[in-house]
């Protein structure tokens, strides 16, 4: 009698652990620490680059512009610019030489996620960059993981990533104007 009830008491506590639903929230965009609904778009700026082995490029005033999606951990890059590519742009490695002009992004929207581990993650990042006196480069394929510098009120981004495997790319990137510190994760 003592086994039986031991074993009926085992199974109605498995019973109730698989039916009590797990307490973790879905990871999803923050206005001023609060979800919302509808979207909200920001521009981003500041130091950007790809390189393969000893060559690449490094440009200072690169501009993302992200929309988020509110009520949910979507979101997409809707645009990517160099201010004076040719000014705020280098060269190293083979590419030293060659004036970078501005890159031709491909694909856009490219998709953003927001991640359980509070980071951002950027896909299918595709762009032509191009080079005077020296052959186009394709990135195509890339995804980054960005950091922020404080999950609920972002000022800058951080990140790496590679695109196809071989193209490292890197980004410090500054929430721009009234927005910095304005929109956050959870």
């Not at 509110?70 to 280098?90: I, L, M, Q, R, W």
Request: charged share 15%; hydrophobic share 40%.
């Amino acid at each position: 009698m003592f086994k039986k009830l031991m074993l009926l008491t085992m199974a109605v506590g498995a019973l109730v652990a698989f039916a009590v639903p797990a307490s973790a929230s879905a990871a999803q965009w923050l206005d001023n620490g609060e979800p919302f609904s509808g979207d909200r778009t920001i521009e981003l700026e500041g130091h950007a680059e790809f390189t393969k082995g000893a060559n690449g490029v490094t440009c200072n005033q690169a501009k993302f512009t992200m929309t988020m999606q509110g009520e949910t951990d979507e979101g997409s890059v809707t645009a990517f610019s160099v201010t004076n590519p040719t000014t705020e742009c280098v060269g190293k490695g083979e590419l030293a030489p060659c004036p970078p002009e501005q890159p031709d992004p491909e694909n856009l929207p490219w998709p953003v996620t927001v991640n359980a581990n509070q980071t951002i993650t950027v896909k299918h990042i595709q762009f032509k960059a191009t080079f005077l006196f020296c052959p186009a480069v394709q990135v195509a394929e890339g995804e980054m993981t960005l950091v922020p510098d404080n999950s609920e009120e972002i000022g800058t981004l951080s990140g790496t990533g590679t695109a196809l495997g071989e193209v490292e790319l890197n980004a410090d990137l500054s929430v721009l104007g009234a927005n910095a510190g304005t929109y956050g994760i959870e």
